[in-house]
C-alpha cells in the first residue's frame, strides 16, 4: 500500500476537507472581525471535485478524512457526498466536525451515510454566554444534538471546547463534569491567536490546575495513538477528558494531517499562510498523474512547525480553513 510522508519523515494520513465557509452561527474567533464576506459559489470546489481530490490523497494512502466547514450541514447534497467517499476502497474513518446545532435531524443520517464519528464544537454550557459567543440561541439544541449522535453510535462523541481567558475559563471543571455521566471525550483546546492584538490564551498547565483544584486529582493518561490531545480518564467515569496544546507544547514534530480549504487550497499547516491551489488545475484538466505528483510536492513541502510564539497570524480566519 503507498504511503505518503513529507520532508522531515512524518506520515501523512489524515485528511480535514472544509466543504463551505458558511455557516449558521457566528462565533468570534472563527468569523473574520471586518464582517462576513462568503466565497462566491464557484469559487466552492464542487463534490466531484472534492471525491476526485479525496480519491487521489486515499490512493496515497490517507485512510482518514474529516468533513469541517464552517458548517458543513449547512451544504446542500452533503449526505450523498459523504456516502461516496465513505465507499472510496482504503478510507477506514470518516468524521465530520459541526456546531450541533442540526445533529438531532442529521446524527441518524449521518452514521447512515457512513459517517463514524463526530466532533462538536461547544465552548460554554451557559446559556447567555452561548448567544453571546454564537449569535444564536441553540445551547439546548446542541446539547439535544450530541445525546442523539451517542444513542445513533456516532462514538466516541468529542466535545471540543476552545478555553478563552476571561471568556469561558470559569467553565473547566463544569465542562469536565460532563465526561463523568457520559460517555462522551471532553477535549479542552487552547485558544490559538489568529489575529494580531489577542490575548485569551489559557494555557493547559492552567486549566489543569483549575481542575485538581476542584477535585479532579486522579486523572490517568491514555496512551497511544497520533492524536494532538493528551487524554486523561478518570476512576468512577464513563468518559475522559483531554488537552490540545497547539501554543504552550505544540505537537507539530508528530502531525499526520494536511488541510483542503473549502475554495480549493491545500493548506500544508493550519497556521502557515502556505497554501497551494488545486482548483485552478482541475477546471484546467489536470491529468490523475499530475494531480498526485501535485499532492506528493505539497506535502514534502509541510512546513516542519508553526510559528505562533514568533507573531505569525493567519491570512484567514477560520470558516475558510476547516476546524
Keep these: 500500500m503507498a504511503e505518503l510522508y513529507d520532508g522531515i519523515g512524518r506520515h501523512i494520513n489524515y485528511l480535514r476537507v472544509a466543504v463551505t465557509d458558511r455557516c449558521n452561527f457566528r462565533c468570534q474567533y472563527c468569523m473574520p472581525s471586518d464582517g462576513v464576506q462568503w466565497l462566491e459559489h464557484d469559487d466552492i470546489l464542487s463534490y466531484e471535485e472534492l471525491v476526485r481530490i479525496i480519491s487521489a490523497f486515499v490512493s496515497l494512502g490517507v485512510d482518514k478524512v474529516r468533513i469541517t466547514g464552517g458548517e458543513p450541514l449547512v451544504r446542500k447534497g452533503l449526505l450523498p457526498f459523504l456516502r461516496e467517499i465513505a465507499c472510496i476502497p482504503g478510507i477506514k474513518e470518516v468524521g465530520l466536525t459541526t456546531n450541533g446545532s442540526l445533529l438531532t435531524e442529521y446524527a441518524p443520517l449521518l452514521k447512515q451515510a457512513g459517517v463514524t464519528r463526530i466532533n462538536v464544537s461547544l465552548d460554554t454550557l451557559q446559556r447567555e454566554r ?34 478563552m481567558k476571561g471568556f469561558n475559563s470559569d467553565e473547566i471543571v463544569d465542562m469536565a463534569k460532563l465526561a463523568i455521566n457520559n460517555p462522551y471525550q471532553i477535549r479542552f483546546i487552547e485558544y490559538m491567536p489568529f489575529r494580531a492584538g489577542e490575548n485569551y490564551l489559557f494555557t493547559a498547565e492552567e486549566m489543569k490546575q483549575q481542575l485538581v483544584a476542584a477535585g479532579f486529582t486522579n486523572l490517568i493518561p491514555q496512551m497511544g495513538g497520533s492524536n494532538p490531545a493528551k487524554i486523561y480518564s478518570m476512576p468512577g467515569s464513563q468518559g475522559s477528558i483531554g488537552f490540545i496544546t497547539p501554543v504552550s507544547q505544540h505537537f507539530c514534530s508528530s502531525c499526520n494531517r494536511i488541510r483542503l480549504t473549502p475554495d480549493g487550497y491545500l493548506k500544508p499547516c493550519l497556521l502557515s499562510n502556505v497554501e497551494y491551489s488545486l482548483r485552478e488545475q482541475l477546471r484546467s484538466g489536470i491529468s490523475d498523474h499530475d494531480l498526485l505528483e501535485n499532492i506528493k510536492n505539497v506535502v514534502w513541502n509541510k512546513p516542519k512547525q508553526h510559528y505562533l510564539a514568533k507573531g505569525q497570524k493567519s491570512d484567514r480566519g477560520m470558516s475558510r480553513i476547516g476546524g
Excluded: H, R
Design 130 to 163: 452561548f448567544i453571546k459567543l454564537t449569535g444564536q440561541d441553540n445551547l439546548s439544541q446542541v446539547l439535544a444534538g450530541i445525546k442523539k449522535s451517542q444513542e445513533v453510535g456516532l462514538t466516541p462523541v468529542k466535545i471540543n471546547m476552545v478555553v
